[in-house]
């Protein structure tokens, strides 16, 4: 069975009314989700060492000090905090990194609900919504039991976050693909790491599943030579034709293409959510996709 890693606290990040990230997207994800019948694992308080896997002390401080004692506090132009948002962010690393450590103790799959999202959350910048980076941190976590670790990222928004945190890991091979041009305005194909492990899948406005399928060809190639002993997903559905941030054009059908193609390459496999703002879209695309790591399972 998927297990899902997930905790109320996620609903106590808030943001300012209208803003993209809100507290619906968890509620349309659980209610989406329900018919599946997930196993249910609650996502615990990650330790502050877990998060020093990526992140400096001092900026941990930051974070930390920057949680208002009411209302809602603008930390970057677009990422806010309120009373509530440390202990989320807590249980989304603290839940990436349990449901790694399932994984690897037997459990074929999990997926984690979690908000906010990690992904563009760089060594000491917190940014497009994202306070530390989950998923990079869930992935250095897990070389400490394995050699390999993938984290593919198929998120609109270029995983710049990740690119940073990871950039110099030799034992992780990164790939993401993400709509480009587009905020933050990085992932050309021509950044690759420090080791030649990063792979950036830029694609064009407009596009959808037939350009995402000729893309990922070679991405799925170097993912089955590198044989990843565990692969961490960074889960963003905002590259949904009804998305409001960006402008590419997958449906359901497509994550569900995607995920399978993964799958088949490594049966180990965490997901984490990261974007996807149309909340009817985002409940059906995290369906689709995690119906295929139930297939799995």
Known sequence: MTLLFTHPDASRHRTPPGHPEQVARVAAVETALAPLGLTRRESPLAEESLLRLCHPQAYIDRIKSAEPASGTAQIDADTWMSPGSWDAALRAVGGACAAVDAVLSGHP??????????????????MGFCLFGTVAIAAKHALKSVAKVAVVDFDVHHGNGTQDLLWNENNVLFITSQQMPLWPGTGDASEKGAHDQIMNLPLPPGSGGTQMRAAYAPALARLRAFAPDLLIISAGFDAHEADPLAQLNWVEEDY??????????CPRVVSVLEGGYDLDALGASAAAHVAVLQEQS
């Open 109 to 126: 799959n999990a997926f984690v609900l979690a908000r906010p999202p990690g992904h563009h959350a760089e060594t000491a910048t917190p």
């Open 256 to 265: 569900t293409w995607l995920t399978r193609q993964l799958c088949d390459l």
